[in-house]
């Protein structure tokens, strides 16, 4: 199993568009932190207007822990489509090129080449997270400082101490983990199902587009779909910056306001991990391999 694990992970990383990935996040990154570096101040002029006729408001607002949230929150929404580029490829690719046959004549199960695919997908995915959280949250430190952070609301705003972030990024990241893992079980899933990668990866992007929609929609004929819907979920690792308050309207360090909600939503998206994983190995047990 670990022999074909590390076959696999060659594979993958031997493919110039694993790559890709990891330089559009560098790219995607590194222009947002320009640009809040070269325009970051009038930015924060123009969210905190209301707000700065109330209060005065001191210190190094604009550091890195804003500006890695600020980045989670453009970027998180596009990384499904280069996780997607690399997990809907993973069977469909070998089916195209004449390999997926020979690799089943080997003496290893159906079942084990899966969990080698899905484990390198998920090993693929946790590095391209790793990779996004060094240029968002550590070289943000470097150009921008630390110092308190204002999570901005709709109708509030909340104050994170310095000393009580960095555990809630690393939840965060994790909490992110689980989400694109999801995305890339899903487009493992399909790409059990076709014969060249477009589709696989054409189809888990369509789906997490139409799921999105669905999840935003404020109709009443979706609400009851929506709690099953892992795109809901997905936004979860936003609840580890809302803290919970005491009787003076301050925040307690240490604490998150609905972690029940937070833990709720890992545990859904999980239960969708499962899921795929388990239909991908019905359903690549009783493929015929023809190519």
């Known amino acids: 199993m670990w022999k074909l694990l590390q076959i696999e992970l060659f594979k993958i990383f031997k493919r110039p568009r694993t790559y890709i990935s990891f330089a559009a996040i560098t790219a995607l990154v590194g222009i947002i932190q320009f640009g809040l570096k070269l325009d970051g101040t009038a930015y ?11 209060f005065d408001i001191e210190g190094n607002i604009l550091n890195a822990y804003l500006v890695c949230f600020i980045i989670l ?5 596009h990384v499904p489509l280069l996780i997607s580029l690399i997990a809907g490829d993973l069977i469909s690719g070998e089916a195209n090129m004449g390999t997926l046959r020979l ?4 003496p290893i199960s159906r079942t084990e080449v ?34 308190d952070m204002l999570n901005l609301k709709s109708d509030y705003i909340v104050q994170l101490k ?13 909490f992110a983990a689980i989400a ?28 997490i587009v139409v799921f999105t929609i669905l999840s935003t929609l404020d109709i009443p004929i979706f609400n009851a779909i929506k709690p099953y819907l892992f795109t809901t979920h997905m936004i979860g ?14 925040a307690i360090a240490g604490t998150v306001q609905n972690l029940g909600k937070v833990m709720q939503a890992a545990g859904i998206l999980v239960l969708h ?14 493929k015929d391999v023809l190519s």
Not at 103 to 106: D, E, F, G, P
Not at 237 to 250: R, S
């Open 103 to 106: 690799l089943l004549t080997k």
């Open 162 to 174: 310095s000393n009580d972030i960095m555990w809630r990024y690393i939840a965060a990241f994790g």
């Open 180 to 207: 694109m893992i999801t995305v890339a079980s899903l487009g493992f899933l399909l790409s059990m199902f076709a014969e060249n990668s477009i589709g696989p990866i054409v189809a888990t992007m369509s789906v």
């Open 273 to 286: 991990i499962i899921g795929f994983l388990t239909a991908s190995i019905l359903v690549f047990r009783k």
């Open 114 to 147: 899966v969990f080698a695919k899905f484990l390198a997908a998920t090993i693929y995915t946790l590095l391209l997270l790793l990779w996004m959280a060094i240029l968002a949250l550590f070289v943000s430190l470097l150009v921008f400082g630390s110092g």
């Open 44 to 54: 924060m002029e123009f969210m905190l207007r209301d707000l700065s006729m109330s």
């Open 73 to 77: 929150q453009l970027l998180l929404v």
């Open 237 to 250: 690792w936003k609840g580890f910056f809302d803290v919970k308050v005491n009787a003076d309207n301050e």
